[in-house]
Structure formats: structure tokens, C-alpha cells
Nanobody
Framework: QVRLVESGGGLVQAGGSLRLSCLAS????????MGWFRQAPGKEREFVAA????????YYADSVTGRFTISRDNAKNTVYLQMNSLKSEDAAVYYC?????????????????WGQGTRVTVSS
């Protein structure tokens, strides 16, 4: 049973930073790519970032490039999302997800397991 547990969400002022974490279990973490998605109220779930199985390559949505950084620690079975210069439009529930292959994807349909999400609220 694969389980993903996100943490680190909360309330932050615009311009501030947060670091999200996602602890994975039930799958050989180091063999698979990981991704972060987000969903704001009334909007579709959207891709944020993804990382290759070994961290050698990363992908970002245009809206977060230069502000967010995805990373992973395979020894801790954890993937991170460092979010800097947060904007009001970054407010959403953030989900981590894993897909059954070593390279990442921007498409939610490629991911087979999802966490329960962690909420990020940005005050202006």
C-alpha cells in the first residue's frame, strides 16, 4: 500500500516562503519520479513541479519557475517543495503524487498515488 503524507502548509504573507514535505511509504521511493500539483477553489488541479527518480532533472510550471524548487531525499523517502516569493494566486491545496516510472510527467493522469493534500493560504 503506497502512502503519501504532505505537511508544511499554512498561512503566509505574500512575498513569504513555505516548504512543503511529502513522506512516502509502500513503494521503493528512490525508483520513481515524484510530482507536486495544486488545486485552488473552483479550479482544476494543475501541475506545479516534478522530479526524476534520482533528482537529476526537474520540471516546473511556468507560473512557479524561478520561485519554487522541488527536491528529494531518497534516504528519507521525502520530496520537498520550497516555495519563495509567494503570491495570492499560489493559494491552493497542494498534493504530492507518485507515478510508476522513473521519469516525471506534467499530466495528472500519469500519477497513480496521491496524498491527502496540505493547504497553503497566502494573505495580501
Amino acid at each position: 500500500q503506497v502512502r503519501l503524507v504532505e505537511s508544511g502548509g499554512g498561512l503566509v504573507q505574500a512575498g513569504g516562503s513555505l516548504r512543503l514535505s511529502c513522506l512516502a511509504s509502500g513503494r521503493t521511493f528512490s525508483s520513481y519520479a515524484m510530482g507536486w500539483f495544486r488545486q485552488a477553489p473552483g479550479k482544476e488541479r494543475e501541475f506545479v513541479a516534478a522530479i526524476l527518480w534520482n533528482g537529476a532533472s526537474t520540471y516546473y510550471a511556468d507560473s512557479v519557475t524561478g520561485r519554487f524548487t522541488i527536491s528529494r531525499d531518497n534516504a528519507k523517502n521525502t520530496v520537498y517543495l520550497q516555495m519563495n516569493s509567494l503570491k495570492s494566486e499560489d493559494a491552493a491545496v497542494y498534493y504530492c503524487a507518485t507515478l510508476p516510472r522513473a521519469w516525471g510527467s506534467r499530466a495528472a493522469r500519469d500519477y497513480d498515488y496521491w496524498g491527502q493534500g496540505t493547504r497553503v493560504t497566502v494573505s495580501s
